[in-house]
């Protein structure tokens, strides 16, 4: 259950946060009014989030969220600071670690917005943590249930990614690395609104930038779980462009991780060769004239090359090179 420990010395703090997520029955709040209560719950309880008070008598917030690091390690902390004591608290909060921290008098919207970020990244840290095939699979489809029109994708951008690393002539772990990247990818969109990755219309500056985030949230996470350099790459880059053009680094040419030059050429590939919410897929010969086109700008052309043959054998056959069982036909 997702759970969530408030800790605040003043009862009307903690009342006011109790009657906020009064509504909210797919979250469990605990409450603690002072850092030793807090710890005891810790060690009882699993708890996802826990957001202290900065400013308590006896064990002050950068001490027990210090403290918090070590009884219950995967926990995320948030510190709430008054207003007034933001500056000397910034250098304690990250001296503690805290994920992030909320100003006092808060915005319940703002707070809720915090703690379920949080929350999901609690979430997404213990899949990717799991070391389980299975469970990395069912997230990336969890990413594709936020956007319909993506269905199946990550198992077709593995497939094609893994033939392209054979091609490549990469190791045996780095294409089970790239495999899992493949499906991990997007990850990072579980942190995107649903109703700007369903838009079909041309997205605002703000909700691109928002979407822009994707592959730097994602990795983050990716990392804090202890997955694999190449895994981290992939969903780091995949949005980078042989030219320098892409984003979030502007990584150019052999910069860019090749797993992740790879998994770019795959991701384009399936994109424009199924339907999306705002246009047809591409007929064959038209989809592979693109990925022709793009090479040298986005695309490694040297590796382009190599996709050719696997882009013909998808013709008729499009789920390459790996069949995953499920695999959606198109
Ligand atoms: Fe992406």
Redesign the pocket.
């Known amino acids: 259950m997702r759970t969530v420990l408030f800790v605040d010395d003043e009862r009307s703090i903690r009342n006011a946060i109790e009657r906020l997520y009064l509504e909210r029955d797919d979250v469990r709040c605990l409450f603690a009014a002072s850092g030793q209560e807090g710890l005891d719950i810790l060690r009882r309880e699993e708890v996802w989030v826990v957001v202290s008070d900065y400013m308590m008598p006896g064990m002050r917030g950068v001490e027990f969220l210090s403290r918090v690091k070590g009884v219950s390690p995967d926990t995320l902390r948030i510190m709430m600071t008054a207003f007034a004591d933001l500056s000397i608290a910034v250098d304690a909060i990250n001296k503690s670690e805290a994920y992030r921290f909320v100003t006092k008098p808060w915005n319940n919207q703002e707070l809720m917005a915090i703690v379920d970020e949080a929350l999901m990244r609690y979430q997404l840290i213990q899949s990717l943590g799991s070391e389980n095939e299975a469970v990395y699979r069912s997230l990336a489809q969890t990413v594709e249930l936020k956007d319909p029109y993506t269905k199946g994708h990550c198992d077709r951008v593995a497939g094609y990614a893994v033939s392209l690393a054979h091609a490549a002539g990469l190791d045996a772990g780095t294409i089970k690395d790239i495999k899992y990247g493949s499906w991990l ?2 990850c ?2 579980i942190g995107v609104p649903e109703s700007i990755l369903n838009n079909p219309g041309r997205l605002s500056d703000d909700d691109f930038e928002t979407v822009m985030q ?2 730097r949230w994602g990795s983050e996470v990716a990392r804090q779980a202890h997955m694999p350099e190449t895994v981290i790459n992939i969903i780091l880059y ?2 980078e462009r042989y030219d320098g053009k892409g984003y979030p680094s502007g990584l150019h040419g052999e910069q860019i991780p090749v797993e992740a030059r790879i998994v770019a050429i795959a ?1 384009v590939f399936d994109a424009i060769y199924s339907d999306r919410p705002y246009r047809k897929a591409y007929e064959y010969d038209r989809a592979v004239a693109v990925m022709r086109e793009l090479a040298g700008s986005h695309f490694d052309p040297r590796l382009i090359e190599f996709f050719m043959p696997i882009a013909e054998a998808a013709r008729n056959n499009p789920a390459p090179g790996m069949m995953v069982q499920g695999t959606e036909a198109r």
Do not use: Q
């Open positions: 990818h997007d990072g969109k994707h592959p995949h949005h991701d």
